[in-house]
Every structure is written in structure tokens, then in C-alpha cells.
T-cell receptor, first 118, second 112 residues
């Protein structure tokens, strides 16, 4: 079974609108972490936001927020007020288990290509 | 502050050749990782290290070797290159087992 599933190969959004990128995960470990990374066309991997499984509040970082629904095992990324520079590939990733045993290893989804139209 | 530095940026290898992808970080991170990214796909873990002298296999280790003699450096060795190893290789590091990974800019490798 896939550990991380991103069902949207591509998404389009109009500049200044909000967009949600979907991510579902599969783990039986009560301790885990969920990450979102951005990969622009230049290729580098940029960390955006993190949500721990025990965090009570949804994570937010500027225009990025994470809609964490633990019972549904989903961790969707919400980008508000989209900008042209948000056009990129977006990856959801999971650290399964506490840091002391997972050693920070991440499992990545296949990614969603976001295109922002002017 | 350079972060994670990978060299070379690009490389073309012939089948059967060998090479070492270099990775260095200046953040004093104990944890380091090698991932590969095939076209249109997510990243897959090749090897990781939790400190100097300690390495372990990830999801796709076949055809690769690593060493970690210092905290700063984590080279990835390809022996007998095969076309299936054509990929973009990313090195990453993290401060702790729960911290975000910091990635290098990647090495694009083509094996023909």
C-alpha cells in the first residue's frame, strides 16, 4: 500500500485565489510527521510546512496552511492568495515513527504540479 | 552559509563506469540522506546516516554504496552504472530525527 498518496497530478488556479493540494497517508504508528515541499522548475527542494501527529492546531506558515484531519489520514496543503511564483511541483512527505527510531527518513508522494494563471 | 552542497551538477556516464557523487554540509547536522528522483516521480531513499561511521540502507540501495567518515561529508558511490540509474540525486541533512530536511540542489545523472 502507498504510504503517501497525492491524487492530483496537476492543478490549476487563478492568481490571487486559494488552492488546496490533497495528501493522504497510511501509517499505524501513533507518532509521525507530515511535511510539504515545493520544487520549482529550477529543481531545488524547498521546505514549506510541518505538522506533527500530536499537534493540536493546524500548522500555518505565512500563506501556507495545513488542513490536518487525523481521522481521515489527510494532510492537505492550502495556499492562499496564489502568486505566479507558486507554480511548481509540490510534494507531501511523511516521517513514520518518532525521530529516535525513524531517524528522520521521509517517504514522499508522487507530487502535484501546480500552475498559477495570471 | 552554504547549507548542503552537491557536486557535480550534471554528469553523463557510460554503462559500466563508476563515479562518486559528493555531498557536504556545513550545518553540523548528524543526519544525512541520499534520495533519487526519477522523472515525474517522488523521491526515494537510497541510503542514510545518523552520524560519522554509521550508515544504513533505504528503500532503493542496490547499485550504490556510501561512507560517512566525517560529520560534514556523505559521498554516494555508483559502481557499474546502469541506465536504470539515470535520475536526479538529492543529498539532504537534518539537525534531528524530527527536523525538516535541508536539500542540496541535486545532481542530474544520465547513464547511456
Amino acid at each position: 500500500a502507498q504510504k503517501i498518496t497525492q491524487t492530483q497530478p496537476g492543478m490549476f488556479v487563478q492568481e490571487k485565489e486559494a488552492v488546496t493540494l490533497d495528501c493522504t497517508y497510511d501509517t499505524s504508528d501513533p507518532s509521525y510527521g507530515l511535511f510539504w515541499y515545493k520544487q520549482p522548475s529550477s529543481g531545488e527542494m524547498i521546505f514549506l510546512i510541518y505538522q506533527g501527529s500530536y499537534d493540536q492546531q493546524n500548522a500555518t506558515e505565512g500563506r501556507y496552511s495545513l488542513n490536518f484531519q487525523k481521522a481521515r489520514k489527510s494532510a492537505n496543503l492550502v495556499i492562499s492568495a496564489s502568486q505566479l511564483g507558486d507554480s511548481a511541483m509540490y510534494f507531501c512527505a511523511m516521517r513514520e515513527g518518532p525521530g529516535g527510531t525513524s531517524y528522520g527518513k521521509l517517504t514522499f508522494g508522487q507530487g502535484t504540479i501546480l500552475t498559477v494563471h495570471p | 552559509n552554504a547549507g548542503v552542497t552537491q557536486t557535480p551538477k550534471f554528469r553523463i556516464l557510460k554503462i559500466g563506469q563508476s563515479m562518486t557523487l559528493q555531498c557536504a554540509q556545513d550545518m553540523n547536522h548528524n543526519y544525512m540522506y541520499w534520495y533519487r528522483q526519477d522523472p515525474g516521480m517522488g523521491l526515494k531513499l537510497i541510503y542514510y546516516s545518523v552520524g560519522a561511521g554509521i550508515t544504513d540502507k533505504g528503500e532503493v540501495p542496490n547499485g550504490y554504496n556510501v561512507s560517512r567518515s566525517t560529520t560534514e561529508d556523505f559521498p554516494l558511490r555508483l559502481e557499474l552504472a546502469a541506465p536504470s540509474q539515470t535520475s536526479v540525486y538529492f543529498c539532504a541533512s537534518s539537525r534531528t530525527g524530527v527536523s525538516p530536511l535541508h536539500f542540496g540542489n541535486g545532481t542530474r545523472l544520465t547513464v547511456t
